[in-house]
C-alpha cells in the first residue's frame, strides 16, 4: 500500500523552528523528484523548496532562502524539511511530494505522490 505521511507541524512563535517530516510506503523514494509545498488561506500552493531527481539539486523559492533546508534519508525514505527563523508569513498547510520527473518547483508538475498536508503555524 502506498502512503506518504506528514509529521512535524504546530504552532510556533516567530524566530523559531520546527522541522516537517515525510515518510513513503510502497514506493522508493530515492528514485523520486521530491518537493515540498504550502498553501495559505486565500492563496494558491506554491513551491518551497525541492530535489531534482536528475542531478539532486535543490531549489528553493526566494522567501525561504537561508531559512529553510529540505533534505531526504534514502535508508528511511524519508524527506524532511527544516525550518528556521519562521515567520507569520510562513503559516500555510504544508504539503509534501514526490514525482518520478517533477522538472521543475511547481505543485502542477507533481502528480505521483502527494501527503495529507499539515498546518504551520507561526504566531506570538
Known amino acids: 500500500q502506498v502512503q506518504f505521511v506528514e509529521s512535524g507541524g504546530g504552532l510556533v512563535q516567530p524566530g523559531g523552528s520546527l522541522r516537517l517530516s515525510c515518510e513513503a510506503s510502497?514506493?522508493?523514494?530515492?528514485?523520486?523528484?521530491i518537493g515540498w509545498f504550502r498553501q495559505a488561506p486565500g492563496k494558491e500552493r506554491e513551491g518551497v523548496s525541492c530535489?531534482?531527481?536528475?542531478?539532486?539539486?535543490?531549489d528553493y523559492a526566494d522567501s525561504v532562502k537561508g531559512r529553510f533546508t529540505i533534505s531526504r534519508d534514502n535508508v528511511k525514505n524519508t524527506m524532511y524539511l527544516q525550518m528556521n527563523s519562521l515567520k507569520h508569513e510562513d503559516t500555510a498547510v504544508y504539503y509534501c511530494a514526490a514525482d518520478q520527473y517533477g522538472s521543475s518547483c511547481l505543485p502542477s508538475l507533481f502528480h505521483d505522490h502527494w501527503g495529507q498536508g499539515i498546518q504551520v503555524t507561526v504566531s506570538s
Open positions: 510502497g514506493f522508493g523514494l530515492d528514485y523520486y523528484a
Open positions: 530535489i531534482s531527481s536528475k542531478d539532486g539539486r535543490a
